[in-house]
């Protein structure tokens, strides 16, 4: 048994959750999530609390605690987001490296020789508060950090200067150059 899982969901004021069968639906303030469970976990709701647990059936199944903790987590991540949100901070370290939010895309300049266009996916906001800074804004919290990660992977940072796009924070382990002479 997944001791994450045993943990109770606390359902925040304003949030409506709605399980039908394996599918969750969670409604609040900022949007609504849903999530398709597998088969070997149930949920339900109990006053003001989500239960998650394995089925009876389900003892068989090799990786159930796995998948209890797992889902305990996205339904607790879901309830969270849709009250809060979830953000990720990117800084561009470079000379001339830059970042510009147009409409519903994200024009790079990170040293190529042409500008990199990046689709901003539904559900995202990415806000540029400065030329060097991206905060990448979202109430699903894995969509927020793939998207991160896809911008971070367009120039992630190299060892020997620095350059490149980073998490806020990021420790970047630094290489000597080679050495005149």
Known sequence: MSRVGKKPIQIIKGVKVSINGDSVLVEGPKGKLSLEMHPAIKAEVKGEQIIVAPHEKSGSLKNAGALHGLTRSLINNMVLGVTSGYQKELEIQGVGFRAQVTGKKLVLLVGFSHPVDF????????????PTQLIIKGIDKHKVGQ???????????????????RYLGEYVRRKVGKAVG
């Open 119 to 130: 689709q901003i996916p539904e559900g995202i906001v990415i806000e540029a508060p400065k």
């Open 147 to 165: 998207v991160a990660a896809e911008i971070r992977d367009i120039f992630p940072p190299e060892p020997y200067k620095g350059k490149g796009i």
